[in-house]
């Protein structure tokens, strides 16, 4: 058992203290911070090992409920404008909030709420192949990745959110092929806030300055994306 174990319990310790004393600020509060925030709850609530533990869950869990809505357009899209960093991101905020779930420490439905308007946002953005736009940095960061080289990143995190909320008529076909998506939701049950779905495929984001244009001429696909809007994320952009 890792609890029996004194290094891992020394390393556990060290990396918990740095995490607290030592936030990312300024132009690396973005998903610095939400990873940051993600790997001290989870190991907090996993492992809650220590006298300080308890503190550390708290207030992870108060850093991530809050940027849950500072770092994410009320459309669903990451502020950072960033295709991969919405990704990441995204991948966070569902590691934590179902290690929320699993421990007893729900983050509760708005936060949830927030987190399928991000799965829905990318539902609606991946073209025909299922990608997404290829726009701003990508450093191939991944939230939890236990699969093999030849997943598809986008279509694992829409299944993840399919069996977690429920795909929509308009999202594209979805394949529950990943390791990661099966061990995310097995015995998972969110609740979430009220606020209504897309009733149909979004083509504009206006808070995030993002219009897509779609045409099917003879069953293949024309697309293109418009951006009208802010650049980046704070002191970032």
Same mark, same amino acid.
Request: hydrophobic letters at 40%; charged letters at 20%; a negative charge.
């Given at each position: 058992?890792?609890?029996?174990? =004194? !290094?891992?319990?020394?390393?556990? &310790?060290?990396?918990?203290?740095w995490l607290a004393v030592f936030p990312s600020r300024t /132009?690396? $509060?973005?998903?610095?911070? *939400?990873?940051?925030?993600?790997?001290?709850?989870?190991?907090?609530?996993?492992?809650?090992?220590?006298?300080?533990?308890?503190?550390?869950?708290?207030?992870?869990?108060?850093?991530?409920?809050?940027? $849950?809505?500072?770092? =994410?357009?009320?459309?669903?899209?990451?502020?950072?404008?960033? =295709?991969? &960093?919405?990704?990441?991101?995204?991948?966070?905020?569902?590691?934590?909030?179902?290690?929320?779930?699993?421990?007893?420490?729900?983050?509760?439905?708005?936060?949830?709420?927030?987190?399928?308007?991000?799965?829905?946002?990318?539902? $609606?953005?991946?073209? /025909?192949?299922?990608?997404?736009?290829?726009?701003?940095?990508?450093?191939?960061?991944?939230?939890?990745?236990?699969?093999?080289?030849?997943? !598809?990143?986008?279509?694992?995190?829409?299944? =993840?959110?399919?069996?977690?909320?429920?795909?929509?008529?308009?999202?594209?076909?979805? $394949?529950?092929?990943?390791?990661?998506?099966?061990?995310?939701?097995?015995? *998972?049950?969110?609740?979430?806030?009220?606020?209504?779905?897309?009733?149909?495929?979004?083509?504009?984001?206006?808070?995030?300055?993002?219009? &897509?244009?779609?045409? &099917?001429?003879?069953?293949?696909?024309?697309?293109?994306?418009?951006?009208?809007?802010?650049?980046?994320?704070?002191?970032?952009?």
């Amino acid at each position: 058992m890792f609890e029996r174990n =004194t !290094q891992f319990l020394n390393q556990l &310790y060290d990396h918990q203290t740095w995490l607290a004393v030592f936030p990312s600020r300024t /132009s690396s $509060a973005n998903n610095h911070l *939400v990873a940051e925030s993600a790997g001290q709850f989870i190991a907090a609530a996993a492992f809650p090992c220590f006298a300080k533990s308890d503190r550390w869950r708290r207030q992870s869990a108060e850093m991530i409920a809050k940027q $849950a809505f500072a770092q =994410t357009f009320a459309s669903g899209l990451n502020r950072e404008l960033a =295709t991969d &960093y919405h990704g990441m991101v995204l991948e966070l905020f569902l590691g934590a909030a179902i290690e929320g779930e699993l421990t007893e420490h729900s983050f509760g439905s708005a936060v949830w709420g927030r987190i399928r308007a991000m799965i829905d946002a990318l539902a $609606a953005i991946v073209d /025909s192949t299922g990608h997404p736009p290829r726009q701003g940095d990508g450093d191939d960061g991944i939230g939890l990745l236990l699969d093999g080289p030849g997943y !598809q990143r986008w279509n694992a995190l829409l299944a =993840t959110g399919s069996r977690l909320f429920g795909s929509l008529p308009w999202w594209p076909d979805v $394949a529950h092929e990943d390791i990661r998506t099966v061990l995310w939701t097995r015995g *998972v049950s969110v609740c979430v806030d009220a606020e209504p779905r897309p009733a149909a495929r979004p083509s504009l984001f206006a808070d995030a300055g993002h219009v &897509y244009l779609r045409s &099917y001429a003879s069953g293949e696909e024309i697309w293109c994306r418009c951006d009208h809007g802010p650049h980046g994320f704070r002191s970032i952009a």
